[in-house]
């Protein structure tokens, strides 16, 4: 699958954003999709899951202020960002697993930057 992310940019602390990942390529419907997250000089981090029924996991980081969805009919992953933190800014990553063929995909990023 082959994943195009978009929505990144420049917030204030408390601000919100909404990042969208389009997929085509492949069933979106099959796949695991994630969100990551890698801030300068750190690690790549999961932020949020979501599996082909929609049930989500959330780093605790982020619990309560952001949420994953997908639109299965339109093959677009989301995340909702809401009270946005400076330690939020990084370069966010959506992430596809095809849990049957374990087939990968990594999608090229958009920057999150929230400003104090």
């Known amino acids: 699958v082959q994943l195009q992310a978009s929505g990144g940019g420049l917030v204030q602390a408390g601000g919100c954003l909404r990042l969208?990942?389009?997929?085509?390529?492949?069933?979106?419907?099959?796949?695991?999709m994630d969100w990551y997250r890698q801030a300068l000089e750190k690690e790549r981090e999961l932020v949020a899951s979501?599996?082909?029924?929609?049930?989500?996991n959330y780093a605790r980081s982020v619990k309560g202020r952001f949420t994953i969805s997908r639109d299965n009919a339109k093959n677009t992953l989301y995340l909702q960002m809401n009270s946005l933190k400076p330690e939020d800014t990084a370069v966010y990553y959506c992430?596809?697993?095809?849990?049957?063929?374990?087939?990968?995909?990594w999608g090229q990023g958009t920057l999150v930057t929230v400003s104090s």
């Open positions: 979501i599996s082909s029924d929609s049930s989500t």
């Open positions: 992430h596809a697993r095809n849990p049957y063929n374990g087939v990968q995909s």
């Open positions: 969208s990942c389009a997929a085509s390529g492949s069933i979106f419907s099959m796949n695991v």
